[in-house]
């Protein structure tokens, strides 16, 4: 019996056997993509960071995804100099409810908002959009790995360059706002929520700074109608702005990343259906549901760090 006649007989009169073997097909097809696509990158970058003293770096965003970058880059940073392109306008091949760039990671108004953040950064020596540079570690490549991604962001590149670090460890460095200090701070999006919990409860607290888009701060302003909303000039200023909050609250985007990057105190809205972010190091707590959130809340707000 040919395999290909084996299987649909298997589907229709042994579904036990069936399973198996689609299962094995799934992993043969995985080795083999991985073998004809990928397995050259992988040996290339391992021999890029063995050999060469300048690395040149590609990623095209989502934004989050490149601050998950950073504690890769700047550990290689402490024997080689780093040099950053961020490439704009590359398509997305899924659909992003209400994504801030429309159909792609990352268009030009984001990058010029991103650079000031990633220019405060000393390990990177250069950032800057890409115009074709040569590149020695292609970041984009997490998106098509016969893998499932669902494992913490920043490991993604764990994987692709064999550097693994600390994560418990701050991986971004940013000075403190100068004006305003000791905010709760929270950015939600209209993606990756969590459809088990609300944010009503804290109308019950102060001093709530909303960071993000006026139609975001407006949603969640019809819930807690006590939150302010602060326009951040770029998101430096936005990194500030978490970097002196009494804590963070957000889910997983732009600001979520900067909180964890900065290792600040801060709360995640966990995605159920997508859980790529957790968080690491004291102060840090995620949530799926509603008591589990209105007590870490509590916590942090009664904390002194």
Request: proline share 4%.
């Amino acid at each position: 019996m040919n395999t290909i006649f084996k299987k649909y007989f298997y589907k229709f009169f042994d579904r036990g056997n069936y399973l198996n073997i689609k299962s094995s097909q799934k992993i043969e097809d995985t080795k083999r993509i991985f073998k004809e696509s990928y397995e050259g990158h992988i040996y290339k970058i391992q021999k890029s960071i063995r050999e060469k003293k300048t690395l040149n770096f590609l990623h095209s965003g989502n934004l989050g995804d490149l601050i998950y970058a950073l504690p890769v880059i700047k550990e290689l940073s402490k024997d080689h100099e780093c040099h950053f392109y961020i490439q704009t306008n590359k398509k997305i091949d899924i659909e992003y409810y209400k994504h801030p760039a429309g159909g792609v990671y990352i268009d030009d108004r984001m990058l010029d908002l991103f650079l000031p953040l990633m220019k405060e950064q000393k390990f990177i020596h250069k950032v800057q959009k890409y115009n074709n540079e040569n590149i020695d570690i292609d970041f984009d490549i997490f998106r098509t790995l016969p893998v499932n991604i669902c494992f913490n962001s920043p490991r993604w590149y764990f994987q692709i360059t064999g550097i693994q670090v600390d994560l418990s460890l701050p991986y971004m460095e940013v000075s403190e706002h100068d004006e305003t200090k000791n905010k709760i701070v929270i950015h939600r999006t209209f993606r990756h929520r969590n459809q088990f919990v609300n944010y009503k409860f804290l109308r019950n607290y102060k001093d709530l700074i909303f960071v993000g888009t006026k139609e975001e701060y407006e949603d969640l302003k019809k819930d807690v109608p006590n939150l302010e909303i602060y326009n951040c000039r770029n998101f430096l200023e936005m990194a500030r702005l978490i970097k002196s909050s009494k804590f963070f609250i957000g889910n997983q985007s732009i600001a979520y990343p900067m909180a964890e990057a900065l290792k600040v105190p801060r709360l995640l809205e966990a995605e159920p259906l997508f859980p790529v972010v957790q968080p690491v190091g004291k102060n840090a707590y995620d949530f799926y549901y509603q008591p589990h959130f209105e007590r870490f809340v509590k916590i942090l707000n009664e904390t002194k760090v």
